[in-house]
């Protein structure tokens, strides 16, 4: 990268609006700042819906459905406290697993907390790339019967018993693998989500 | 921490949308009460979340930016459509005609006492509904006073360690299959929840049977679903003295069985 590319970025950084601003305008009603919102995390939304159903005009109805949460639920939603992209990729992720098991979207107490913890600036985090790389590298390290139920029950939304159904594996041996597989990624993630090792 | 073994690795799963019903009712009554635990969930839903994160983005098509904002803008335009949360923030100010209102004395003060008067009238009616409140507000107490019982009862089935877990499941049915996890100890009891039971017919009942290795099956009680097919069911005593090898829910005639009769709805062995 070269100075000008730096000093265009580091413009845009000072000018850019921060994501709680963008959540109080949307408290009030602000369509331009949803508009915003959407500009800079669409894709990702967009992204996860794809993963989980496959299907892009399927994903696009999760997209639209899940920035009409965001417009719902705002007030609620204290970013002071919890990611913005966080939140919006674990909704899209649940409203993609309802609409592929037709399921009605769960209730509130169900769903998605309103605040996840993330104690970093995950734009910056993502314009480095290090932090999908570092969570990539740990799924990569997983074994493959271990990865592969992880990839199936978080993407594809499915539960212990399915899990086992379609694998064909016994219920034990899924559980344990999953609990090992979710052990790893505990010890390998955790890290970054405390704020002493920020 | 020991007291939140059983629970721990559980956390992980539930952040990841992986324990059936049953065992998620039972883990999110333990945070309602469990710092330690929630705090430990919320790192869990952090990892979850930064999986979702890591999928590599992919551009969606500029026209469903463009059908976002319409709906959007539709939903605000119509009629009775909600108003900003923070609406209070930009109520109307007092116009100047209303501030020159209280500038004429004479008019103003009769006003004024009118609204004393309607006032007093006002004041003992509310007299009277406040005491109505406070007597439903004791009730309320003594109601969420019955509640938290019952809840310090489950937690501490659910915080035993030498609980027995039993997971029960239907071989037969159709998705989405009736299924159910019973947490079981002589000492306090029985706590079984279940989901995805298909309503009754008239005059019937479900019963939960636990069957010893030798001997006839005992009844831990009936139940009915509610209208999402989600039922749970709560004994202090457990029914027999020693841990049973199987449990199971049939369907029986209302009021319950003294032995099994109808058919097995599901079936889980330790």
Known sequence: ?198 | MNEHLPFAEDLDLLAFGLLEPPETAALRAHLELCAECRARFEEAQGIAALISLSTPAAQPPARVRAALLESISAERARPGASGAPAASAAAPRPSPKSQNFWTRPFLGWAVAAAAVLIALGVIIPQQRRAQDQLAALRAQVAAKQDELDRTRAVLDLLRSTDALRVHLVSSTAPWPWPEGKVYYQPKNGLLFVASHLPPLDPGKAYQLWLVPESGNPASAGIFEPDAKGNAMLMSHKAPMPMKPRTFAVTIEPEGGAPGPTGPQVMVGEQ
């Open chain 1, 1 to 198: 990268m070269d100075r000008s590319d730096e000093a265009s970025r580091s413009q845009r950084a000072e000018t850019r609006v921060p994501d709680p601003a963008l959540v109080l305008r949307i408290v009030n009603r602000d369509e331009l700042a949803l508009a915003e919102v959407y500009d800079r995390y669409g894709s990702l939304v967009y992204a996860v819906a794809l993963r989980v159903l496959r299907d892009g005009p399927a994903a696009e109805e999760v997209l639209q459905d899940t920035f009409h949460r965001l417009w719902s639920i705002a007030a609620r939603f204290d970013p002071a406290r919890g990611s913005l992209p966080a939140w919006l990729a674990v909704t899209a992720r649940h409203r993609a697993i309802d609409y592929l098991r037709q399921r009605r979207p769960a209730g509130e107490s169900e769903a998605v907390a309103v605040e996840i913890h993330l104690p970093f600036d995950l734009e910056e985090q993502i314009s480095r790339n290090g932090l999908m790389d570092h969570v990539r590298g740990a799924l990569g390290r997983l074994p493959d019967a271990q990865r592969n139920l992880v990839e199936l029950a978080y993407f594809q939304g499915m539960t212990h018993t399915e899990l086992a159904r379609s694998t064909g594996e016994p219920l034990g041996t899924v559980k344990t693998r999953l609990r090992a597989a979710l052990a790893s990624l505990r010890k390998e993630l955790a890290e970054i989500l405390r704020p002493s090792k920020k």
